[in-house]
C-alpha cells in the first residue's frame, strides 16, 4: 500500500508477502514478509516478520504455546538452545531478546528439519532485521505437545 501526507511530506510504501514453509495433513506453516519505505528528507525502512500456523484439523490457527506441553519450561530450552545455535554463528545479541519469554519466541514456524525461530534485536540494525534459527526437533522433544501439531515430526 501507498499512502501520501500533503502536511509532513513524507511518502511511504508498505509491501507484504508470504511465504508457506511447510504443509502436512495436519498443519500449514506461513511467514509474512513485511517492508515499509518510508521517504522524507532521509529515507529508511523497516522490515517485519510474522508467522502463521493454520491446524487443518481444528481449523484454528496455532499459537506457539500449543506446539509445547503448557507445564514445560520450553521457554527456558528454547532460549539455551537459540543462544548456543547464535553462537555458533559468530553472532552477538543481547539478552533481553532471548530471555525466556513468551514474546520473545512469538515467532515459531515447523518445518521437516526443526522448528524456525526468528529472533528480533532492535539493538544490532536499526531496520529491525530478523535472525533465525532452526532448532531440531530431537532437542525439543521433552517438552513438545505430541498431540499437537508435531505430532508427525516426533513420532
Known amino acids: ?20 514453509i511447510a504443509k502436512t495433513n495436519r498443519f500449514i506453516a506461513l511467514v509474512a514478509l513485511g517492508d515499509m519505505s518510508i521517504f522524507n528528507d532521509s529515507s529508511h ?13 481444528t481449523k484454528k490457527l496455532v499459537t ?5 506441553i ?3 519450561s520450553y521457554l ?4 539455551t538452545l537459540v543462544q548456543a545455535e547464535f553462537e555458533k554463528k559468530g553472532l552477538v545479541v ?13 515467532k515459531i514456524v515447523p518445518t521437516k ?8 534485536d ?11 534459527v532452526v532448532l531440531p526437533y530431537s532437542k525439543l522433544r521433552s517438552v513438545i505437545n505430541k498431540e499437537g501439531i508435531l505430532s508427525d515430526y516426533i513420532g
Request: aromatic residues 12%.
Open 1 to 20: 500500500t501507498d499512502s501520501h501526507n500533503e502536511t509532513s511530506l513524507y511518502y511511504s510504501v508498505y509491501n507484504v508477502s508470504f511465504a508457506q
Open 45 to 57: 525502512s523497516r522490515n517485519d516478520i510474522d508467522t502463521f500456523i493454520f491446524d487443518r484439523l
Open 64 to 68: 506457539p504455546e500449543d506446539m509445547f
Open 70 to 72: 503448557a507445564s514445560s
Open 76 to 79: 527456558t530450552l528454547l532460549s
Open 94 to 106: 543481547s539478552k533481553e531478546v532471548i530471555a525466556p519469554s513468551v514474546e520473545n519466541f512469538s
Open 113 to 120: 528439519n526443526g522448528l524456525m525461530i526468528y529472533i528480533r
Open 122 to 132: 532492535p539493538k544490532t540494525s536499526s531496520s529491525l532485521l530478523y535472525q533465525q
